[in-house]
């Protein structure tokens, strides 16, 4: 009699193995000791690391100080934990809920990191022009407001491995936080490297935490400040804008590396200005808070069907602002940190529809590309949507 011969496919070898693996699985699950093991969170390292990276922080306000009426410093204690550590220039991202909306904004710590040790940490807002959740926050938070923060996040930091060890740091308006904690810490002892400040305002008055970073500035010489007016002719400042003739002018001597924190307007001129001075890319790094709007005479609103474990619903969207922003107004809660395409918090899957990325503000991964993944918080509507965000 003639032996069969008998070939196993592909599939029927993936089932074998699938009913091994549970068999086995089984085996060790009836063999397992019956005391449960200790719960890791008791274990130090997770301790130290769950303070430094806590889900949430629950903060009072303690404090808040005035700035010529164009912006507030808030003063945060902590509710219950120690308040998580940071890096000078690294920033906080609140949960606020605005009638029926759920938003989040990032807001820059400008107090130095050794102050988060001493359990406290400074932010300051300033008044823009229909800033929804800046204006809700100047108008509305007091002293003794119970308030809720995730960790400090960020990459605009000092890093000796990747940084040269002079920075020139470029603020606009309340961009100059994240460089008044590098100050500090620079300051205080903290961070080794040197600063250049050059700090854009549109008018004197303008120009936040003059005092002590002149202070700052006189008795550190690893600091340096340099204003530079753009509405105004008086006498002891830069004038125009900080380009590329103004940074040449102040820059220390040998490699220096360039950190930006200002608002949109200034990170397009500034687009054009630094490739003037040859630098590696590496070199040069921004920080930009976008508000998630853009100006577009006749803009168009289109409907997103929003898929949420399950369950659809439909909301309106307009054309001029972020697809974060039409969910945020609808109540729509979708984890978000930075609002610059850059830390990957609100990836959603876009099932159906066209999005428009501003150019340099697409940061997905390619797989995330390949598979119509999106950062909702830099993505504007250009027809009607479906996505599905979680
Ligand atoms: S909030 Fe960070 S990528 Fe959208």
Known sequence: MSKKKFSVNGNLKDSLNTVKFLTERKQFINSAAAVLPKRTDDFGVNKVAKSLHPKEQKLIISRIEEHSNIAKSYYFKSEAAPLAYFKAGQYLTFRLEIGNSVVTRSYSIASSPASALNGEYQITVKRIN??????????????????????????????????????????????????????????????????????????????????????????????????VLSHSDEEGYEKGFVGADIIRKYAPEGNYSIFVCGPGGMYKFLEAELPKLEKERKYIRFEVFSSGK???????????????????????????????????????????RCHTGECGFCRSKLVSGKVYIPEGEDRRRIADMQFNFIHPCCCYPESDLVIRIN
């Open 294 to 336: 853009k100006t577009q005479e006749d803009a168009k609103e289109y409907s997103i069907t929003v898929i949420n474990r399950g369950n659809e619903s439909v909301i309106k969207a307009s054309s001029n602002e972020t697809v974060l922003c039409a969910f945020e107004r609808a109540g729509i809660e979708v984890p978000a």
């Open 130 to 227: 229909d800033g929804f959740v800046s204006d809700y926050i100047l108008d509305n938070w007091s002293v003794g407001d119970k308030v809720t923060a995730y960790a400090p996040e960020g990459n605009m930091t000092y890093n000796p491995l990747r940084d040269a060890k002079n920075i020139v740091a470029i603020a606009g308006g309340s961009g100059i936080t994240p460089f008044l904690s590098l100050a500090r810490a620079i300051d205080q002892g903290n961070e080794d490297c040197s600063l250049t400040l050059l700090y854009g305002c549109r008018t004197s008055d303008e120009i936040l935490f003059k005092a002590e970073l002149d202070s700052l500035s006189e008795k550190n010489e690893k600091i340096n400040v340099i204003y």
